[in-house]
């Protein structure tokens, strides 16, 4: 084993938290050593959407760009017809009557799943970070809405989100940096359809330049942000927080470098992480501060793994959340083409406050959901949309492609005891590390949320026009989330939370977390990667003051 | 196939993005050495799941071989075109591909409706593949609105109705 230089700062994973705690050290002076287990993408070769063959292309795989996990059986799944995931040409997703734990959606690589997310920049309503004072449920955030604002500030600047002026409860000290884009033809016929039943349909805010910005161009409505941006308009974290870092001349990023294992000292710190090579060996690389941002399976797996570290509350890999969402397809009388413009480019806020659905604590939102499941290109609309095949199918084919609208949901997703994050008894991968096992099961409250979210979805397309549905997906018969938290959540009492309200350990003074698993409540739909970015801010501030 | 490969044909969303469809579509390519009863067969399968109707169909584009090489079809294909093959002896003609179109597409549904072991699956693997290879081709794609390379022109038009 070889030992590296000693650096100010360790920063374990280049995602959205870490790459903006790296970012936040480096700007007030600290030498920041940036680890990822993943490769490092080249959004001008890896993301080639001048490709005749673009529309079916997915984020690129790349060696080490995807983590293993393993997952607990998957839930029994009782009667709910709104809610069954499939489409009309394809079939059911999960017809066994359980649950398909399917995959963890994520990406490896410098940037991490930001790569490949589409990109929409939101802060937490207020109220969602206190449902345990306000509503009996989850926990309370250690800090509220006023003390994450002037980092939400700092981080929407540096990556230049276009959003619109207001955004009700989550007021602002400044206006967003770029003006918000214009809707698309296929979001402004959801627009009237959501105004015909008084949901408020508005412009997302949204990682995207609307202008240029920073030396990167403006975004050109290709529809394609899930595939990767060529272009470096999308706000992912390597253009953005790692980009700027890098330009500090304090930060050294070193991609394909995965930590197994966290070394403490008897002193209540940190010494060191290991870290793998490609060739099997290992490397201890010391630091003074370490900061974990591997996203809520991989920081409670790198804890358990290191003989249970910070976990003196037992909390490490408890309160798991992951996306409650659900998405509809419809076909609507006139061409849409909704693949064309910014996906996700319109919201509706309206049932986002915890109190706002009726009769379940948790609220939601929706939206435009084009860029989930329109930019299959024509094979995916072909085989989904219509069912069959022969003369009949290449008519209807001909005849309706461009007529789908979608609209998609995601709702709060409450902590129960049966979602957790621990690691496989049994799998490792091949540095003898165990995998995380994910184990998820939804309670009545959250399926009572889908309910509600797939009712007003359908009122919704059928307000716009598009009374044929065609397909529906949700996660109530289908794991395979994107945005998951909670697993290592903060808070104020050392025996109820693994960090405090800047990320740190309660006991261990120089290890911090700057990921999703720190929150105490998911949000009522809110996209993490901004509050994740905000959260890391303020927790970089705090180191260099430690 | 078993019960999670079935899964993964028929469903190809993710939240967050396009994923499993695309990855199953384009991750089972091997060569496969097939007899000259298969190969029509399986063309006389193409020709009617995707005929075209006023565009090149399926089996003039060649894809039916492409289909043939796909891990997951391959076996399957024994079982899969025994039972067309059955279905054509009990209408009294030598084998699937002897079929009339009529016919042939009677014995895909009388296929995709049978509760032998396998057989759906054998006719979905051959629409999801035949389709995706059909509607990806560039001989098909030109004749429908949208469907060029997302850069490096994006979509200028993208707040207007469509033209």
Redesign the interface.
Known sequence: MSEATEWDAVVVGAGAGGAAAAYGLCRRGLSVLLLDAGPRFDPSTDYP???????????PEKPGSTGKVSFAPGQALGDEPLLV??SRG???????GVR?M??Y?HVRGIGGTTL???GEAHRFHPDAMKMKTHFGVAADWPLDYAALEPYYVEAEELIGVAGPEQQGARWRSRKFPLPPH????AS?TLGRGAKAIGLDWQANSRAALSRPWNGRLP??????C??GC??GDKGSADVTFVAAAVATGRCTVRPDSPVVRIEAGSDDRVKAVLVGRPDGSLERVAGRQFVLACGAIETPRLLLASDGLANESREVGRNFMD?L?I?VGALHPE???G????PSDAISWTYNAPDAIPGVVGGCRFYNACG??E??????????AIPG???A???S??QL??HALHVGA?GERLPNPDSFVDLDPAARDRFGMPLARIASALAESDVARLRFMAKTSHALLAASGAQRIYES?S?WD?F????VFGTCRMGEDPAGSVVDAFGRSHRWRNLWIADASVFPSAGGGEAPSLTIQALALRTAERIRSA | MD?RQL?A???????????????V??GFAQPLETDAHVERAVGAIAE????????PGARELGLHRQVLAHADVQPMLASGLAFLDRYAASAGAADFAALDEARR?AA?DAAFASGADGIQSFV?AL??HL??A???S?A??S????????????????????A
């Open positions: 959407l001048t490709d005749a063959d673009a529309d079916t292309r997915i984020f995931s499939g394809l079939g059911p997703v999960a017809p066994g398909l399917d995959r959606h490949h997310f589409t214009p809707l698309s033809y402004q975004c050109n409505y290709c529809g394609g899930n595939k060529p272009r996306t969402f998405a061409a849409q083409h693949r064309r413009g910014l989930e499941i930019l299959g290109g024509l094979a995916a609309f072909a085989l989904r095949w022969g003369r199918h290449a008519q084919v001909r492609w461009g995601i997906y996660s289908w395979a989330p994107t945005h | 019960r899964t044909l028929l469903g190809y969303l993710s939240f967050g993005g396009l994923t499993a469809f695309w990855r579509v384009k009617v799941m995707f005929p075209g109707d006023g565009l597409l895909l979905m629409r999801l389709g995706t059909y509607y990806s560039p098909i794609k004749a429908f609105a949208y469907t060029g390379p997302l850069q490096p022109d994006g979509f200028a038009d993208f707040r207007d109705r469509p």
